[in-house]
C-alpha cells in the first residue's frame, strides 16, 4: 500500500462542524422524501424507513472505519483507490462529481423555493435565485473552511431546535395514536408487497449523504476520533428524526395529504397543528436552512 500522504490543508473541523456536514446532508433529504415514501408505502412509511435505515446505519459505520484510518480528502475516491486501484478510485470519484453536482443544484433549488414563501416575487425566477445562492456560498467557501463550516454548524443548530419544538407541538397536539395505528395495515392487503418494497428504495433518498463527513478527513482535527463520533451522533439523529417526523406526520393527517403535496410534504402537516399561522413560517425557514446548508456542504 502506498504511505498516506501527509496532509497539506488545514485541520479546521470539530466534532460540530463534522456533525453538521452529515447532518444537513442527510437531514435536508427528509425535508423532500416523506411524500414520495407515502405515495408508495402509505401507512407502512415508518416502516419503509425503518428498513432503509439499517443500509444508512451500516454504510455510514463502514464510512467512518475508512475516513478514521485513511484520513484524506477525496472519500469513497480514495477508499477505492487504495483497495482496487486507480481505475475503482477514477469511479468512484466520477461517481461522486456527479452526485455533489446534482445535490448542490437540488437543495439550492430547494431552498430557493422555501425562501419563495417569504419573498414571493422569486417564484418566476427560483432557478435564478438558486444560482446566486451556490454563488454567495462559493464565496464563503473562499473564505476558508473555518468560515464555511461555521456557517453550516450555526445552521444546523437552528434546524434541530426548530424540529424538536415542531415534533412537541405535534405530538402534545393533534396527533392521534389511533389515526396513526389505522394506518399499519397488513403489507400484502395495503399498499401490497410490490409497492411496499419499492417504497423502501425511495426511503433511501431519506438517508442520501453520510459520507459527506469523511469528504472532510483531511481538514478535520484528530479524524481518526472525531470523525467516528461525527458519524454516530448523524445516524442517531438522522434516524431519529426521520422515523418520529414520519410517525408523527402520519397521527396527524393522512398519507394521501402527504402525496399530494409531494414538494412540501411538512405544510399540511403543519397546518393543522395550534399556531399555524406563526409554524408555517418557522418551518418554512427550516426547510430553507437546512437545504442551504445541505449544498454548502455539497460545495465544501
Known amino acids: 500500500l502506498e ?16 456533525f453538521s456536514m452529515g447532518f444537513a446532508d442527510v437531514g435536508a433529504d427528509i425535508f423532500l422524501a416523506l411524500g414520495l415514501i407515502a405515495a408508495y408505502a402509505h401507512g407502512l412509511m415508518p416502516l419503509a424507513i425503518l428498513a ?20 484524506v480528502a477525496g472519500g469513497s475516491s480514495s477508499f477505492g483507490k487504495r483497495a482496487f486501484g486507480m481505475w475503482a478510485g477514477f469511479i468512484a470519484g466520477w461517481g461522486l ?6 445535490d448542490i443544484a ?33 464565496i464563503v467557501n473562499l473564505l476558508g473552511i473555518r468560515e464555511s463550516s461555521a456557517v453550516n454548524s450555526v445552521l444546523t443548530v437552528i434546524v434541530v431546535l426548530i424540529l424538536l419544538a415542531l415534533l412537541y407541538v405535534g405530538f402534545t397536539g ?10 399499519l395495515t397488513p403489507v400484502g392487503a395495503d ?19 453520510i459520507e459527506s463527513i469523511s469528504q472532510g ?11 467516528p463520533r461525527a458519524t454516530l451522533m448523524a445516524i442517531v439523529v438522522v434516524v431519529f428524526f426521520a422515523l418520529v417526523l414520519s410517525t408523527m406526520a402520519l397521527g396527524i393527517v393522512d398519507w394521501k395529504a402527504l402525496e399530494a403535496n409531494m414538494n412540501n410534504p411538512l405544510i399540511p402537516v403543519v397546518k393543522a397543528l395550534p399556531f399555524a399561522s406563526i409554524i408555517v413560517p418557522v418551518v418554512a425557514l427550516a426547510g430553507f436552512l437546512v437545504c442551504l446548508v445541505s449544498a454548502n456542504t455539497g460545495i465544501i
Open 174 to 183: 393533534p396527533w392521534s395514536a389511533e389515526k396513526f395505528l389505522s394506518g
Open 3 to 18: 504511505p498516506i500522504i501527509p496532509s497539506l490543508l488545514k485541520k479546521e473541523l470539530g466534532l460540530l462542524a463534522s
Open 106 to 138: 437540488l437543495f439550492a433549488f430547494a431552498s430557493a423555493g422555501y425562501l419563495s414563501f417569504f419573498l414571493p416575487h422569486l417564484v418566476p425566477i427560483i432557478p435564478l435565485a438558486a444560482a446566486l445562492l451556490i454563488f454567495v456560498l462559493m
Open 191 to 209: 399498499p401490497g408487497w410490490e409497492s411496499f418494497l419499492y417504497s423502501i428504495t425511495l426511503a433511501m433518498v431519506t438517508f442520501v449523504g
Open 217 to 227: 478527513a483531511e481538514e478535520t482535527k484528530h479524524p481518526e476520533k472525531i470523525i
Open 52 to 71: 432503509a435505515s439499517v443500509v444508512y446505519i451500516t454504510s455510514g459505520l463502514a464510512y467512518a472505519e475508512l475516513a478514521a484510518a485513511i484520513p
Open 97 to 102: 462529481m456527479l452526485d455533489y453536482t446534482i
